[in-house]
């Protein structure tokens, strides 16, 4: 079974609108961390925001914000006022505590976002 | 500060050649991961260097090894390359503790 699962391959958003893109997971470790990563056509993975699972609160970083919902195994990106710049793909990841010390992430298939002007 | 350098940002290899790819961290991080990213798909973790042993490996096979020096940097090292080892190749440093820094990565195409 895949770990994270991206259901959204693609999505066309509308600038300034805000948007939500969909990552559940599958654990059975207590403790783990779930990341969401930006990765524009250069190449680099742009580290957006992170989630622990032990964290009671959602959390957020600017226009970006994490609706985690650990019942479901949910941890949905929502990016308000989308702009023009946020066009790329965006990955889920997720790191499990379990194996002590190392610390791999486990990647999603990703969402290719591209906002409309 | 510099963040996490990859060299070379491209590379063409013909099947059956072996390929060292290198990472230099970000300052004051001393674990490396490498990770593949076929293309269309999410990257996959090969596997993380730390005090220059490997700590953790994904599902990869011996044809893929690393080295972490005493500065931290690392090389990842692909034998007996495959058409199927075209992908992006990324590597990652993080500090103790938490976090993860990505560089750019080193795109290798094998014909």
């Known amino acids: 079974a895949q770990k994270i699962t991206q259901t959204q391959p693609g999505m066309f958003v509308q600038e300034k609108e805000a948007v939500t893109l969909d990552c559940t997971y599958d654990t059975s470790d207590q403790s783990y961390g779930l990341f969401w990563y930006k990765q524009p056509s250069s190449g680099e993975m742009i580290f957006l925001i992170y989630?622990?699972?032990?964290?009671?609160q959602n959390a957020t970083e600017g226009r970006y914000s994490l609706n985690f919902q650990k019942a479901r195994k949910s941890a949905n990106l929502v990016i308000s006022a989308s702009q023009l710049g946020d066009s790329a793909m965006y990955f889920c990841a997720m790191r499990e505590w379990a194996g002590g010390g190392a610390d791999g992430l486990t990647f999603g298939k990703g969402t290719h976002l591209i906002i409309q002007p | 500060d510099a963040g996490v350098t990859q060299s070379p940002t491209h590379l063409i290899k013909t099947r059956g050649q072996q390929v060292t790819l290198r990472c230099s961290p970000k300052?004051?991080?001393?674990?490396v991961s490498w990770y593949q990213q076929a293309l269309g798909q999410g990257p996959q973790f090969i596997f993380q260097?730390?005090?220059?042993?490997?700590?953790q490996r994904g599902n990869f096979p011996d044809r893929f090894s690393g080295h972490q020096f005493p500065n931290y940097s690392s090389e990842l090292n692909v034998n007996a390359l495959l058409l199927g080892d075209s992908a992006l190749y990324l590597c990652?440093?993080?500090?103790?503790?938490?976090?993860?820094?990505f560089g750019s990565g080193t795109r290798l195409t094998v014909v």
């Open positions: 989630q622990g699972s032990y964290d009671e």
């Open positions: 990652a440093s993080s500090p103790p503790g938490f976090g993860y820094t």
């Open positions: 260097y730390y005090e220059e042993e490997e700590r």
């Open positions: 300052s004051g991080h001393d674990t």
